[in-house]
């Protein structure tokens, strides 16, 4: 197959899902995130508070993914170390309150589905690619209809201008590591039922 071919092809493949805005179902979904500390073990963490949507068009080249996390809502387990990473050190919530993401294509290849897109941080824009893996469809509770959707990849937090604790302990290791590393766990409701759900 030419890569005109292959192009064509992708184009034209769907989500299987109806068209529309699906709007996030926040109770069943999450974005945690990971980094190793003193090259030893890996400090974990979540957000507690993120907005998404999945905007479905006819083709995967009218598929659109909006995604705004608070980055106030860090949450580590630890009061003080939570309260560093609100700090300037880190994110700088007082003049960066929002950590976004908006897609610019969607594809599909033997592996899977790919999304890739901008994501502003500490008010620095970088391209991402991540890939998504798709779990299905299912009716909740007889009348939501829920598509879930994971993600993993990773990110350097210097490429943003976050770079507090990158100090070189010997070997390759670092007091704190340049490589965060994510996951997302997503549930989409169906438009026509988060309509009649108003």
């Known amino acids: 197959m030419s890569r005109n071919q292959t192009e064509t092809t992708l184009d034209l493949a769907t989500l299987p899902l109806s068209q529309g805005e699906w ?110 893996e798709f779990h299905g469809l299912q009716d909740f509770q007889g009348r939501e209809l829920h598509a879930g959707f994971s993600a993993e990849g990773e990110l350097r937090r210097s490429e943003f201008g976050i770079d507090f604790g990158i100090l070189p302990l010997g070997g390759d290791r670092l007091a704190l590591a340049d490589v965060v590393k994510f996951e997302l766990d997503i549930q989409f409701v169906a438009p026509s039922i988060a309509k009649d759900a108003e």
């Open 23 to 132: 709007r996030l179902d926040p109770l069943h979904s999450a974005v945690v995130f990971s980094i190793r500390h003193l090259g030893l073990s890996k400090v974990r963490g979540r957000f507690d508070r993120f907005e998404a949507s999945l905007n479905v068009g006819a083709a995967l080249s009218d598929v659109r993914v909006e995604a705004t996390v608070d980055m106030a809502s860090v949450d580590t387990n630890n009061d003080d170390r939570d309260a560093h990473l609100r700090s300037t050190d880190f994110f700088g919530v007082d003049a960066h309150p929002t950590m976004h993401f908006v897609s610019t294509a969607v594809t599909l290849s033997d592996d899977g589905y790919h999304i890739v897109g901008e994501l502003t941080i500490n008010g620095i824009t970088r391209p991402i690619e991540v890939p998504v």
